[in-house]
């Protein structure tokens, strides 16, 4: 008869390898992204992950301070400044 304990120790491993596989691709993402937005939204995604394990590891507080430090205000930050900037559209040379 399986326990109740392994059924948890199985479940928290599966969450944990989704986390993990979540965090990895959004990594990835970042990396390979072509837009700069995009590339933002996969790291906060990827921040959010963090913040899951943290959780699943049983540091609440770290989970908590990563997603109101990084995500709240870091992700938001890179994310306003991307929008922000002024990017020429077009394919076609400017001269000024």
């Not at 540091?59 to 709240?72: P, R």
């Given at each position: 008869m ?11 491993m ?12 959004f990594?990835i993402?970042?990396v390979i992204?072509?837009?700069v ?11 959010f ?39 020429h559209?077009g ?6």
């Open positions: 399986i326990g109740l304990e392994t059924i948890g120790a199985a479940l928290e599966a969450v944990f390898g989704l986390l993990a596989l979540v965090m990895v691709f990594a993402f970042v992204a072509k837009d937005v995009r590339a933002g939204l996969a790291l906060i995604m990827c921040m992950s963090v913040a899951g394990l943290y959780i699943l590891l049983n540091a609440q507080f770290l989970g908590v301070i990563q997603v109101l430090v990084y995500i709240g205000a870091i992700g938001v930050l890179i994310l306003f400044a991307v929008m922000l900037t002024k990017r559209l394919g076609g040379s400017r001269a000024d």
